[in-house]
């Protein structure tokens, strides 16, 4: 079994109006829920707009602060799933499917290796 990281690419701005908004969370939450059936669930975690990101850069033996996230742009992660499947293929399905609940980009990336549990 292999841990993969299904990455939600979230675009700024508000968050869509809450008649628009139902169907998707309801959709997220029927596949968060056949995950778990499947047993491949590990972890999965919404997070704050981009705004609140703070990134640390070590140089030299200072470490810089600095508001807001690592990169700018129009999209940013919003959220994540790690869940622990045979191969590719399988996480590639969940990552489809992932698509289509949350209708948004969903990146798909293995863990060179994972420790916990």
């Known amino acids: 079994m292999t841990q993969y990281l299904l ?8 968050a869509p109006e809450p ?19 499947a047993g491949v669930w590990l972890f ?7 705004s609140t990101a703070t990134v640390l850069r070590a ?7 600095t508001d ?3 990169l700018e742009g129009k999209e940013h992660l919003g959220g994540l799933t790690v869940i622990d ?13 992932m698509a289509q609940a949350t209708t948004l980009p969903v990146e798909v990336r293995p863990f060179q290796f994972a420790q916990g549990r």
Not at 7 to 14: A, E, I, L, T, Y
Not at 19 to 37: F, K, N, Q, S, T
Not at 44 to 50: E, N, P, V
């Open 59 to 65: 140089k030299d033996d200072e470490v810089l602060v």
């Open 19 to 37: 008649e628009a908004l139902a169907p998707i969370m309801a959709a997220v939450e029927e596949l968060d829920a056949e995950l778990r059936a």
């Open 85 to 97: 499947v045979p191969d590719l293929d399988v996480a590639l399905d969940w990552g489809r499917r």
């Open 44 to 50: 999965t975690g919404g997070l704050h707009d981009a």
């Open 7 to 14: 990455s939600v690419m979230q675009p700024d701005g508000p």
């Open 68 to 70: 807001g996230p690592y």
